[in-house]
């Protein structure tokens, strides 16, 4: 079983930034590809980035050049620096793990968070 919990959600203006982090425990994080989603209101889950245990990433179109995500595996955390955010970035971002990968299919991952509200105002 691994647990995942997310921080560093908020309140921004257009063109702002958040970082966001994902702490694991529970089980070998380094086993696991990570990945992060997001939910609009009435949408569905959507994919934005994943990192594998040698540092290889992939992000979704829509946040290219403006998201990086990162692992620290001794220290079992996931960071997604965003920046120059937009208002259709307004979603709750959920940190997920999965033993495949990597991937960007939401079936993919067994383990999620509970999400962290990311609002950006115009």
């Known amino acids: 079983q691994v647990q995942l919990v997310e921080s560093g959600g908020g309140l921004v203006q257009a063109g702002g930034s958040l970082r966001l982090s994902c702490a694991a425990s529970g089980r070998t994080f380094s086993n696991y590809v990570m990945g992060w989603f997001r939910q609009a209101p009435g949408k569905e889950r959507e994919f934005v980035a994943t990192i594998t245990y040698f540092r290889s990433t992939y992000y979704a179109d829509s946040v290219k050049g403006r998201f990086t995500i990162s692992r620290d595996n001794a220290k079992n955390t996931v960071v997604m620096q965003m920046y120059s955010l937009k208002p259709e970035d307004t979603a709750v971002y959920y940190c997920?793990?999965?033993?495949?990968?990597?991937?960007?299919?939401?079936?993919?991952?067994?383990?999620w968070g509970q999400g962290t509200q990311v609002t950006v105002s115009s």
């Open positions: 997920a793990a999965s033993s495949r990968g990597p991937t960007r299919l939401y079936s993919d991952y067994t383990y």
